[in-house]
């Protein structure tokens, strides 16, 4: 039985190198040490989400738990997996007593290095580099099998630990027989950004310029008269999206795997990601929910992934032109251009330029697909910072960031950010930061507010986490402004005219 202490010793040192190669022999040798079953677990955890998914535990719920630290390790990684199995499973009237409790008595036996792991794990904040990719690199070098083929078979199975499951017990054989199946969602394929639509149509002899959409990326399964629709964390939605079920049966096909994004459509256009959470979510049936396809991973027994993106869009446009998300074939930079006026005009994101010759290359997010959006910045106070982690360990690192309130004059908490520091950066904030320290709490280090940052940002969406209503997505630093007073800062209704509806 291996410790939980190894697996969080493992991702300390992870989290300290920035070395890829490194990272991977960290993870490599340590999954060499672990019994079969515990391959999962230990995948799961390494990778920053437990084999058991969301657990349904908040942030406030995990670190309000006081318990007393252990001093000696004695959590293994089966303990932790069967905590984590009972508190997901802990559900209905009294569920929250119940985790509460189950949380305790987990704390209670976790050294403070253990619970420093455990509460970034369940919150979703566990970041030491070890993702999707990196993952199946270190799986196929402990088990000594070509890196492509554990994560040919990553793609086809779209579960991370049950392509290392496989790997270490069955080797190069068994990720080989992993193939494509109808209602196994696969990863999707992912973009990464650029700066400008030219430097995105750079280097591709034609492109496909795509509208971007502010939607939930959806994947939809059909056989005959089946449908099934997963989100890009392969969880199955079907039934909270009745109407494109209809839409996808109306297609002259008997079988196909499609790759596209829901979006609620409002009278005055379509809505945020936000908006069509809210709409799937709700107990009501949805209403205005739509569906934009721009991929056809399979079509009447034909698997497409290894079937350039100009082919596979043209068997899209053929048997589904309506659904079909406005896209060009060029291979100039103006004519891209217009395209993102285009989609903006819409109310959209942005755009997505895509290499015409491409395959699938199922969660992966290479050079092949690039996002293009326009960049926002503004001018917001430290609140605050929190120790940082892994190769940030004795930084201030996750700015807390307040606008300003015109009428009272103080700043009001809209998120937190920690993309975009330096290592110079880093040691010149924690320096400032803690001249203007005035009180602790937990890891977080409250300061007075009056140092300005300028912070780009993708957008902004409705919140009651924090107390201004709203929260800023895909944050990073751009620089500080010494030149500027705090009162100059930008104000909360700056902010919240991004809203979708107030734009």
């Known amino acids: 039985m291996t410790l939980f202490a190894d697996a969080v010793e493992a991702s300390r040192r992870v989290a300290a190198t920035s070395s890829r190669s490194r990272k991977i022999a960290i993870l490599a040798e340590l999954l060499r040490t672990l019994e079969p079953e515990e391959v999962p677990i230990c995948v799961g955890f390494l990778s920053g989400l437990p084999r058991q998914g969301r657990v349904g535990v908040g942030y406030a719920t995990v670190y309000g738990v006081e318990a007393a630290a252990a001093v000696d390790p004695t959590l293994t990684v089966g303990d932790v997996d069967r905590a984590i199995s009972e508190i997901e499973a802990a559900k209905g009237s009294g569920s929250t007593a119940a985790r509460g409790r189950l949380l305790d008595a987990l704390f209670t036996r976790a050294t403070e290095p253990e619970a420093d792991f455990l509460r970034r794990l369940l919150t979703g904040e566990l970041r030491q580099g070890a993702l999707a990719g990196l993952m199946a690199d270190a799986v196929a070098r402990a088990a000594g099998v070509p890196s492509e083929?554990?994560?040919?078979?990553l793609m086809l199975s779209g579960d991370l630990t049950e392509m290392a499951h496989i790997a270490?017990?069955?080797?190069?054989?068994?990720?080989?027989?992993?193939?494509?199946?109808?209602?196994?969602?696969?990863?999707?394929m992912l973009a990464s950004t650029s700066a400008t639509v030219a430097e995105a149509v750079a280097g591709f002899p034609?492109?496909?310029?795509?509208?971007?959409?502010?939607?939930?990326?959806?994947?939809?399964?059909?056989?005959?008269?089946?449908v099934r629709i997963y989100t890009r964390n392969l969880n199955e939605i079907t039934a909270e999206l009745p109407g494109i079920v209809d839409a996808v049966l109306r297609l002259p096909v008997t079988q196909a795997v499609l790759d596209g994004e829901a979006?609620?459509?409002?009278?005055?256009?379509?809505?945020?990601?936000?908006?069509?959470?809210s709409q799937i979510d709700s107990d009501a049936p949805p209403e205005g929910i739509v569906t934009f396809l721009f991929d056809a991973l399979h079509i009447d027994g034909e698997n497409l992934l290894d079937t350039p993106l100009h082919e596979r869009a043209a068997r899209l446009r053929s048997i589904a032109p309506e659904l079909r998300i406005p896209s060009i074939l060029t291979s100039d930079p103006e004519e891209g251009q217009r395209v993102l006026e285009e989609s903006l005009r819409a109310g959209h994101e942005g755009i997505v330029v895509k290499d015409a010759a491409s395959t699938y290359a199922a969660g992966r997010r290479g050079k092949a697909w690039r996002k293009v959006k326009p960049v926002r910045t503004y001018d917001l106070?430290?609140?605050?910072?929190?120790?940082?982690?892994?190769?940030?360990?004795?930084?201030?690192?996750?700015?807390?960031?307040?606008?300003?309130?015109?009428?009272t004059n103080d700043f009001v908490m809209v998120g937190k950010c920690f993309k975009g520091l330096t290592d110079e950066l880093l040691r010149w904030q924690t320096s400032e930061l803690l001249a203007r320290e005035t009180s602790r709490r937990g890891i977080a280090v409250l300061v007075r507010p009056d140092l300005v940052v300028e912070i780009a940002l993708d957008g902004v969406q409705s919140s009651t986490r924090y107390p201004g209503g709203v929260a800023l997505r895909f944050a990073r630093v751009k620089r500080y402004r010494p030149d500027k007073r705090p009162d100059e800062a930008d104000v909360i209704d700056d902010l919240r005219a991004l809203l979708p509806g107030r734009r």
């Open 149 to 153: 083929v554990a994560r040919r078979a």
């Open 381 to 407: 106070v430290v609140l605050g910072a929190e120790w940082g982690h892994g190769r940030r360990r004795g930084w201030l690192s996750n700015l807390h960031l307040g606008a300003r309130d015109p009428g």
């Open 263 to 277: 979006l609620w459509m409002g009278d005055d256009g379509p809505g945020s990601f936000q908006q069509t959470v």
């Open 168 to 188: 270490i017990t069955s080797g190069e054989r068994g990720l080989r027989e992993v193939g494509f199946e109808l209602f196994r969602p696969i990863l999707p």
């Open 206 to 226: 034609r492109a496909s310029v795509e509208w971007k959409l502010d939607g939930i990326r959806i994947q939809i399964h059909r056989r005959d008269s089946e």
